[in-house]
């Protein structure tokens, strides 16, 4: 069993920066893949990002590539999304969640967070 908690969230302008944290805890999240998705009412849920265990192997949404960022923080059950040049399409309840590897597929996931709300006004 893993329990995640995200945090960081907020009200933010167009073109701003944020920075979102997911922790992780229980022993199953030791050598775990976290990613991060992301969903808007009447959407299904998109991949955004996810880092694997080591950090060593990252995977973006082709919508986030360039402007987002992830990283493992310290303690390492900690997974940082570094969200920058925000644009008001990228509104959304923000979610992490375990996996085996960085997979963009919502049904490789298996433990998710409660989410945390972002919103950007333009």
């Known amino acids: 069993q893993v329990e995640l908690a995200e945090s960081g969230g907020g009200l933010v302008q167009a073109g701003g920066s944020l920075r979102l944290a997911c922790v992780a805890s229980?022993?199953?999240?030791?050598?775990?893949?976290i990613g991060w998705f992301r969903q808007t009412p009447g959407k299904e849920r998109e991949f955004v990002a996810a880092i694997d265990s080591t950090g060593g192997l990252t995977a973006y949404g082709d919508s986030v590539r360039g402007r987002f960022a992830i990283s493992k923080g310290n303690p390492k059950n900690t997974v940082y999304l570094q969200m920058a040049s925000l644009t008001p399409e990228d509104t959304a309840v923000y979610y992490c969640?375990?996996?085996?590897?960085?997979?963009?597929?919502?049904?490789?996931?298996?433990?998710w967070g409660q989410g945390t709300q972002v919103a950007v006004s333009s």
């Open positions: 229980g022993r199953a999240s030791i050598g775990t893949t």
């Open positions: 969640a375990t996996a085996n590897r960085p997979r963009r597929g919502e049904r490789d996931y298996k433990f």
